[in-house]
């Protein structure tokens, strides 16, 4: 079946300082990869995806993320980071394009930024 | 220009009430869902519809009744609310059927806090 795991359920770093958040995942093909962020009070909105192709992805906002197959990871990651980045972030895995199944999401990793 | 928007923002209620809460998107967007984040964040899919046609439909209890009017339009009622509906309900957009595909990814509400006493 497929999951989604984020090992880190809350995460601080200081403002200016680099971010990684990891993402495993468990599903039986390429999957489709995405980063989701979720301000306070808000909906979800996508930072980025991966479907097939180069393995780093660029999304909005300054992030990137790595596509490891023989690690089963999608990390998102930001060089320097701004207080207004704080926020909680959902990986998520989806479905082939053949399919309906679920797009099934992580269960979340809070940031916090100290100034 | 609201993209996706739902009606109400906040929810109060007593058990065993029957409330119903709203969702409508201007994307043009073939499909809908709805969301639920429990109180640790925790998103899971409820329902969903492609062109007023059920495609999804979790084991959520039967108190739970989406109904789609056209495909703009996805709305939620709820039956007995009972203390554990309680939580964030969001509805979501995509252009695809069952799939996050191209460039048309999941577009979500702001979502309904919903609090049952």
């Known amino acids: 079946a497929q999951s989604v795991t984020q090992p880190d359920i809350h995460i601080t770093v200081s403002e200016g300082a680099s971010l990684e958040l990891r993402c495993n995942y468990s599903?039986?093909?390429?999957?489709?990869l995405f980063w989701y962020v979720q301000s306070p009070g808000q909906g979800l909105q996508l930072l980025l995806k991966?479907?097939?192709?180069?393995?780093l992805v660029q999304g909005i906002k300054g992030f990137e993320a790595e596509f490891k197959r023989s690690q089963s990871s999608f990390n998102l990651r930001k060089p320097s980071v701004h207080w207004s980045d704080a926020a909680e972030y959902f990986c998520?895995?989806?479905?082939?394009?053949?399919?309906?199944?679920?797009?099934?999401f992580g269960p979340g990793t809070s940031l916090s930024v100290i100034p | 220009d609201t993209a996706v928007s739902q009606t109400p923002k906040y929810l109060v209620t007593q058990m065993g009430n029957d409330k119903s809460i709203k969702c409508e998107q201007n994307?043009?967007?073939?499909?809908m869902y709805w969301y639920k984040q429990d109180s640790k964040k925790f998103l899971k899919i409820m329902f969903s519809?492609?062109?007023?046609?059920?495609?999804i439909n979790e084991t959520v209890p039967n108190r739970f009744s989406p109904k789609s009017p056209d495909k703009a339009h996805l709305n939620l009622h709820i039956n007995s609310l009972e203390l554990g509906d309680s939580a964030v309900y969001f509805c979501?957009?995509?252009?695809?059927?069952?799939?996050?595909?191209?460039?048309?990814?999941?577009?979500f509400g702001n979502g309904t806090r919903l609090t049952v006493t």
């Open positions: 979501a957009s995509s252009q695809d059927r069952g799939w996050q595909g191209g460039d048309s990814p999941l577009h």
């Open positions: 998520a895995v989806g479905p082939s394009k053949t399919s309906y199944d679920k797009v099934i």
């Open positions: 599903y039986g093909a390429t999957p489709y």
């Open positions: 991966y479907f097939s192709g180069d393995t």
């Open positions: 994307l043009g967007h073939d499909t």
């Open positions: 519809y492609n062109n007023k046609e059920l495609i």
